[in-house]
Every structure is written in C-alpha cells, then in structure tokens.
C-alpha cells in the first residue's frame, strides 16, 4: 500500500467486529463476504473464511437470488448489488444469541443500542471531516426497506464549499497526492467550514483553522525516521496537524486524532 493512504495498513476494518460477525462489502462489480467463524456462509472454512463474488457472473448472480436476507439491502443500491457509484457495505448486527457464541465480540447489538451510536457518531460528525482526505459529508439516514429514495435523513455534517472549494479540496488532499519530503517542513494550512443539520432544528455552521506540516526539515529527527531503510517496512509518513476553532466556539476539549478522533483526550 501506498504510505499515503488511509487504512494502509488493514488494522481499521477490523474495527466492524464490534458490531458484526459477518461484514460484507459491494464495489467495482464484486461483493466480499467475510466469515471468521466459517459457519455462517455456504463453502467456506476456517482456511478461506469469506468469499469473493463476480456478480456479473451466472454464479454470482445465482448466488445473490439464493439469499435475499443476506442480498436484499444491497441490492437497494444497485440492481446488482455491487455497480453502485461507489463502496455499499453491510453489517448485519450481532444480536444476543449469536454474542454468547461469537469468539470475536460478547456484546450484541439491538435496534435501540444502534440508534444510539448513530446518535453519538451524528454529534461527533463536524470533528470527523477535519482531518479526512476527501470525505466531505457524513449524513445518517433511516431506512425501512423499499426504494433507497424512501429513506429519512436522521442528521447530516458537509463541509461548507461554497467558495473555494478546489483550493480547499486541493489543501485537505495534500498528503495523498504522494509528496516528497523536502529540506524545509511543508505547512498546509486552510479555513474550514463545516455546517450540521437535523431534521426540526436550525442548521449549525462552525468555521475551523486547521495546520498540517508534513516533515521537520533537514536533521529533523522525524525526517530521519521516515529515510532509514530498517524502518522502511512501516512507510512512516512524518505528517501531523492540529485544528482549532476560530468562531468562538465552546472551549476546545483536546483530542488525538489519527485522520479519525480517537476516543482520548
């Protein structure tokens, strides 16, 4: 993987299983299919837990009709499932009976226990897109089956680009577009406007300065780091950042972020 891309490393995803024994995935024409356990999808083992599926193909299309509990709600988004504009993915919640079985998670999962996360992941939404690449909204919806346009918008967060936005698109994306690192540190600055919204209530707009630099410059030694050929195998990138409101908003609570806030502060 490159050392500029997020989840390089595949550790990330990993984080679904707090939720699901089970995640699968839809994009470019394929459907993914991860099974741990080796006991939930047909013809996978402990060896080859998950499955790879071409749903142009007359077996991956056979197989989607043959499940339309596991298929259903990704075929909301595409009449295959997977040509979506984009990546469909699907975690089907761990309810209490699979938990007291699950050798991944105890904990399970209801209606009410998820409507909550969302709940909490919609009020930390504004501080999510500060430091993504190329994210620029986070919306939740709900959804009660039937055509995708039926679904109802619970919350949303965008970032404000209404002026400047290929500059500003141009600034968030700088790490990814593969920079070198030179004599001198690099600062990438930019204003960031970031607006949420629920159903009912006004919409609210918080302006953010956010500073990256990436390097520390000639015998820095993170620099030096990220050059030494016995740490190359960790494609260290010395790029960090800080973010701080500018509308005087409430007092700022520190918090790590690693592109997403992590939960300390």
């Not at 259903?72 to 209490?96: H, K, N, Q, Y």
């Amino acid at each position: 993987g490159r050392s500029t891309k997020t989840g390089r490393f595949g550790l990330g995803f990993n984080a679904v299983y707090h939720l699901t024994d089970v995640p699968a995935f839809c994009s470019r024409g394929r459907c993914v299919l991860f099974d741990p356990h080796a006991k939930y999808l047909p013809g996978v083992d402990p060896m080859n837990p998950g499955k790879s599926v071409d749903v142009s193909s007359a077996a991956g299309r056979d197989l989607i009709a043959s499940d339309p509990e596991v298929f259903g709600p990704l075929l909301a988004f595409s009449e295959d499932g997977a040509s979506a504009d984009g990546t469909v993915f699907r975690f089907a919640l761990r309810d209490a009976a699979g938990a007291s079985s699950s050798r991944l998670s105890r904990r399970g999962w209801t209606r009410d226990g998820m409507s909550e996360l969302l709940d909490e992941t919609l009020s930390s939404a504004p501080e999510m897109l500060l430091f993504l690449k190329h994210v620029e909204c986070l919306e939740v919806c709900h959804w009660r089956g039937g055509p995708l346009s039926s679904a109802t918008t619970v919350g949303s967060a965008y970032i404000d680009l209404t002026s400047g936005a290929e500059a500003v698109r141009k600034r968030r994306g700088y790490v990814a577009s593969g920079p070198r690192l030179s004599r001198n540190p690099v600062n990438v600055d930019y204003l960031l406007g970031i607006v949420s919204s629920r159903p009912g209530a006004d919409s609210t707009a918080q302006e953010w300065l956010v500073c990256n630099t990436l390097g520390d410059g000639d015998g820095g030694q993170a620099n030096a780091l990220a050059a030494d050929p016995k740490l190359s195998h960790l494609r260290l990138l010395p790029y960090a950042g800080v973010a701080a409101r500018t509308d005087g908003g409430p007092p700022p609570h520190g918090r790590a972020y690693c592109f997403l806030p992590l939960p300390c502060q």
